[in-house]
C-alpha cells in the first residue's frame, strides 16, 4: 500500500455502536463481494466491532473471532470473505508460506485491521475506514475510496445508510 489516489471521500459520525451497526448493515447492501476494505485505527476505535457487524449483515452467524492471534479468519458468505488483523504479522514470508498472497489473487472480500503493518504486500485498498475515538461511544468514521470499486460501495453505503 503505498501512495493512492482519493477518489472520493466521507465521513460518518458514530453516536454509539448502533450507528456502526447501522453503517455495517449499509455496506453490506452493497454486496462487496469482491474488495479490499481496510480498517485503521488505534486499539479500541472498533475495528473488529465494524467487522463483525458487516459479517453479521452478510449473513454469518455465531461467534465471530477477532484474528488477534490467527491473523486471519475466513467466511463464506455465497462468496469468500477473509477478516485479517496484521497487528502480529511481522514476518514477510508469512504473507507466502499463510496463503495470503493466494487469498490476494482471488475475487472476494478482503477485511483488513492494521494495514499499514503489512505495508508493500497489501494491495491498493478500494476502501479505506479510518476509525478515530471521540468521546465515550462516539467515534468518527472517514471513508475514502481509491479505486472505481470503491467509489461504488462508499456511494452505496451513503445511499443505504439512513434506510437500515
Ligand atoms: N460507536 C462505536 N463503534 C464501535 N465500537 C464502539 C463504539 N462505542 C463503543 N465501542 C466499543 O469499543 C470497543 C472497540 O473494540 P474493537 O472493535 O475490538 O476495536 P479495534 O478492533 O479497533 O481494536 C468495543 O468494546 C466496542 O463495544
Ligand atoms: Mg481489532
Redesign the pocket.
Known amino acids: 500500500m503505498t501512495h493512492a489516489d482519493i477518489l472520493e471521500t466521507a465521513v460518518l459520525h ?4 448502533e ?2 451497526a447501522r453503517a455495517a448493515r449499509a455496506l453490506a447492501k452493497a454486496r462487496p463481494e469482491d474488495a479490499v476494505i481496510t ?1 485503521e ?10 467487522t463483525r457487524f458487516l459479517l453479521q449483515a452478510l449473513g454469518v452467524q455465531g461467534r465471530i473471532k ?1 484474528p488477534t492471534y490467527a491473523v486471519m479468519e475466513t467466511y463464506d458468505v455465497g462468496w469468500p470473505v477473509a477478516h485479517f488483523d496484521f497487528y502480529r504479522f511481522r514476518d514477510p514470508q508469512e504473507w507466502e508460506d499463510a496463503g495470503f498472497r493466494d487469498v490476494f489473487s482471488v475475487p472476494g472480500l478482503k477485511l483488513c ?1 492494521w494495514p499499514e503493518k503489512a505495508q508493500g504486500l497489501m494491495p491498493v485498498a478500494d476502501l479505506a475506514i479510518r ?1 478515530t475515538i471521540l468521546e ?4 468518527q468514521a472517514a471513508l475514502q475510496a481509491h479505486t472505481d470499486a470503491g467509489r461504488r460501495l462508499l456511494r452505496a453505503l451513503m445511499e443505504a445508510h439512513d434506510r437500515v
Open positions: 458514530w453516536a454509539d455502536e450507528a456502526c480498517l485505527g488505534d486499539l479500541g476505535a472498533g475495528k473488529t466491532t465494524f477477532s485491521e476509525l465515550d461511544c462516539q467515534r
